[in-house]
């Protein structure tokens, strides 16, 4: 079982920078597909990025596509999301969560599949 730590979140204007990290510690981290999703209050949980376990395979959704970043480091565990260009829907608590596809190239884009899931790290974009 993988336990899954999210930090980096924070208060950002529009049209700023932030970099969220989630930290695994399961040590076979590699085994692991990863994705970040977000919940913004009154809404369900949307997709926004996923990575494959060797990090060569990532997708998007479109509505961030081109501003953020989603990139891993496996000798640390650790998942980034990038968000560049931050607009005020972008505001919500972002969770990573955790697979185990046994495609090493495959991403994972629906919540169903995913076993592991962090606390969450508030997003919040002033306008």
């Known amino acids: 079982q993988v336990h899954l730590v999210e930090s980096g979140g924070g208060l950002v204007q529009t049209g700023g920078s932030l970099r969220v990290s989630c930290a695994a510690s ?5 085994s692991y597909a ?3 999703f977000r919940q913004a209050p009154g809404k369900e949980r949307e997709f926004v990025a996923a990575i494959s376990r060797n990090g060569g395979t990532t997708s998007y959704a479109d509505s961030v ?3 953020f ?4 480091d496996n000798p640390t565990n650790t998942v980034y999301l990038q968000m560049n260009s931050l607009k005020f829907e972008d505001t919500a608590a972002y969770y990573c969560a955790a697979a185990r596809p046994w495609s090493p190239t495959r991403v994972v884009l629906t919540t169903t599949e995913y076993n592991y899931w962090g606390q969450g790290t508030q997003v919040t974009v002033s306008s």
């Not at 399961?26 to 590699?30: C, I, Q, V």
């Not at 970043?69 to 891993?72: G, Y």
């Open 26 to 30: 399961e040590d076979s981290f590699s």
């Open 34 to 36: 990863m994705g970040w």
């Open 65 to 67: 596509k081109g501003r």
């Open 69 to 72: 970043t989603i990139s891993r």
